[in-house]
């Protein structure tokens, strides 16, 4: 009974897939989507009195700048990140790429004592310091039969040392992921215009990453900043067009369940794919503004994997939130209702095959 779900979600996975592969040009076709759709509510505005188009325009501007521009003028005063060095195999490595690694992992290090959301202790982090620079005295002078042992021991402190340090950002982070994400879901979920669902998620979106990169303390370079965008522009045209498809799928719902669970099926499905994009745009801005990996061709794909495999654990449990909240909270559907809806549509966010690379990656 899932599979019309199932066909639903490879849609739109393909959908991301393909915003991937035309790249950047996304970011410019938001854009002129977006014009498009200010022009035709001024339009609609300025038919009845000319005065209303234009105040509309000076609102949607102010709003704009407030919502939007706001946020990402505050990511972009975040301090970038340090550019992790990439590691070449451990047959062709040597003592020299451990020195320059170790010197990325002491400035990345220093870097969590200056920023105002870690709440470390800073004795802990001049212990790791000091560990950090013996290991590089050792690498300087290691020949090529010590680079193997002294590589567990680096990625011993990584493991043990620094990635415990990270722990309480990387709590911070997924809260703010699945509040922003619940948000927008319940939203898009309520709102009865597309227009309207686009201009949330640009602008929950772009909080969110700005948030992500202020609790980390840095920004993706040029090049993963312009990613965010597209990720966030590809969601946002996605989310205007959502309610065409959803209704569909209430549709298709409704003869399988019920007409009850069929006029749910729609905007609770619009607002649910929503949070889950949310949820997934935000792993991806953690992965990249936590900045600890080498980002080469490798590294993207495991990163691109471990956020899906962070935003499917949490999926099942924002969806349920979102179904709860606007169904029992706002709507007083019944809970079987709910329940029912909630089975019908577990088969869409199920995660992606082995083997196959997660749209967006």
Same mark, same amino acid.
């Given at each position: ?6 066909? !639903? ?15 950047? +040009? ?17 339009? !609609? ?28 003028? &505050? ?67 290691? +020949?090529? @039969? ?13 493991? *043990? ?49 700005? &948030? ?5 303390? +840095? ?24 309610? *065409?498809?959803?209704?569909?799928? %209430? +549709? ?13 099926? %729609? ?40 956020? !899906?495999?962070?935003?499917?654990? !949490? ?13 029992? %909270? ?26 196959? @690379?997660?749209?967006?990656?």
């Amino acid at each position: 009974m899932a599979a019309p779900l199932q066909d !639903f979600g490879r849609v739109m996975r393909a959908l991301f897939r393909f915003a991937r592969y035309i790249s950047f +040009g996304i970011i410019g076709l938001m854009i002129v989507f977006l014009a498009f759709r200010v022009a035709e509510v001024y339009r !609609f505005f300025a038919d009845i009195e000319p005065w209303l188009g234009t105040a509309f325009l000076v609102v949607f501007g102010l709003l704009l700048v407030l919502l939007v521009g706001r946020p990402v003028y &505050r990511f972009l005063k975040v301090p970038a990140a340090l550019k992790p060095p990439p590691l070449p195999p451990m047959e062709e490595r040597r003592g020299r790429d451990l020195v320059r690694h170790l010197a990325f992992v002491e400035g990345y290090l220093a870097a969590l004592v200056k920023n105002p959301e870690w709440e470390g202790a800073p004795a802990e982090v001049e212990a790791a310091i000091e560990r950090c620079r013996a290991l590089r005295e050792e690498a300087a002078h290691a +020949g090529r @039969e010590a680079v193997a042992a002294l590589s567990d021991r680096v990625g011993e402190l990584e493991r *043990d040392t620094v990635q415990r340090l990270l722990e309480p950002l990387d709590r911070k982070v997924r809260t703010v992921i699945r509040q922003e994400a619940v948000g927008v879901g319940i939203a898009t979920a309520v709102s009865w215009n597309g227009t309207i669902d686009a201009f949330i998620v640009l602008w929950r979106n772009c909080n969110l990453v700005s &948030r992500v990169a202020r609790i980390y303390y +840095g920004r993706p370079g040029v090049r993963g900043t312009l990613a965010i965008l597209r990720d966030v522009s590809a969601a946002t045209i996605a989310g205007a067009y959502l309610q *065409d498809l959803t209704e569909a799928a %209430g +549709g298709a719902l409704g003869g399988l369940f019920g007409k009850t669970v069929g006029a749910l099926g %729609g905007p609770l499905l619009d607002g649910a794919v929503n949070g889950v994009v949310t949820l997934r745009i935000g792993y991806m801005a953690k992965a990249r503004c936590r900045s600890f990996s080498a980002w080469n061709e490798a590294g993207r794909v495991e990163a691109a994997r471990d956020a !899906f495999k962070e935003a499917g654990a !949490f999926s099942k449990d924002v969806v349920t939130e979102i179904f709860k909240t606007v169904g029992t %909270g706002l709507w007083k559907i019944p809970g079987k209702a709910i329940g029912k809806l909630g089975d019908a549509l577990g088969g869409f966010f199920k995660k992606p095959e082995e083997g196959v @690379e997660p749209a967006g990656a």
